[in-house]
């Protein structure tokens, strides 16, 4: 048998660390002197020892670690729960690095109050388009939200598409519609020449918009306050006012997201 001190060494742990898991009932030793009360443990007790560790460390309290561990967990379902808490971790850093590229997108447009280039913003006819269209919903209407959304989406459509045997016509087009709770349903749209049917995606008609308008943006849509903002500034100066959120037509989208040329399109009326 090992002293706490030896199996805290062989365990990679700290000896005040074992007599919390022994105090709590997580980790009993294998023997206790009834006259010294120290602690001795075995070395196949460092196997339950790495399952706390590793439960631990995903994430779980004490208490959820030992219900799970009374389970009697495998490795192969330890090996699932580290898969799936990669997972939410890399969604979760994607996430901070949209919010934190949106928040250096306002703060660029900050910098250019004053110098919106209304000048750019153009009156256009948007005529009624046939597309497939996949959608989902989103938590609001922030490019946090909208971004681990609809690049998915599009994925997925152009895979579907693809099995179908149906062609695209023309470029992508992304537009959104409020929900109640807050909430926005996301569509991503692909212009096609094709009849509604069953292909596992919707085949309908965006409505044309008869006056819209429409502004190119240069880079990551996360980028585009400022894009928004001289549209803002070019409808409120010309007695117009929105009545939906803008569509988003992907005219360019290389890899390199700074490099995406997308037009914004916004249906108006006059006030």
């Not at 560790?53 to 009697?72: M, P, R, S, W, Y």
């Not at 179908?164 to 087009?173: F, L, S």
Request: with cysteine; glycine share 6%; hydrophobic share 45%.
């Amino acid at each position: 048998m090992f002293s706490i001190g030896e199996f805290a060494r062989l365990g990679l742990v700290s000896v005040r660390m074992l007599r919390h898991y022994d105090a709590i009932g997580l980790l009993r030793p294998a023997h206790v002197d009834p006259v010294s009360g120290y602690r001795s443990y075995q070395a196949d007790q460092l196997a339950r020892l790495n399952r706390i560790i590793a439960v631990k460390d995903l994430g779980f309290t004490l208490e959820q670690v030992g219900a799970l561990l009374d389970e009697k967990i495998s490795v192969a379902e330890l090996h699932g729960m580290v898969r799936l808490r990669r997972a939410e971790l890399e969604a979760r850093i994607s996430a901070d690095l949209a919010r934190l590229r949106s928040v250096e997108a306002r703060l660029r447009t900050i910098e250019t109050e004053g110098r919106m280039r209304t000048a750019e913003v153009v009156l256009k006819s948007v005529p009624r388009t046939r597309v497939a269209q996949l959608a989902a919903r989103a938590a609001g209407y922030a490019p946090e939200h909208i971004a681990p959304v609809i690049s998915p989406l599009f994925d997925e459509l152009c895979g579907r598409l693809e099995s179908a045997g149906i062609r695209i016509a023309g470029p992508g087009i992304a537009h959104y519609l409020h929900e109640d709770d807050g909430s926005v349903m996301v569509h991503a749209c692909l212009p096609v020449n094709a009849e509604p049917g069953p292909h596992g995606f919707d085949v309908v008609d965006l409505p044309a918009m008869e006056t819209a308008g429409a502004i190119i943006h240069h880079g990551a849509m996360d980028a585009a306050w400022s894009t928004f903002q001289a549209l803002a500034h070019w409808i409120e100066e010309n007695d117009y006012r929105s009545t939906a959120l803008a569509r988003e037509i992907s005219l360019h989208v290389p890899p390199d997201r700074d490099a995406w040329v997308t037009e914004l399109q916004i249906a108006v009326t006059a006030c």
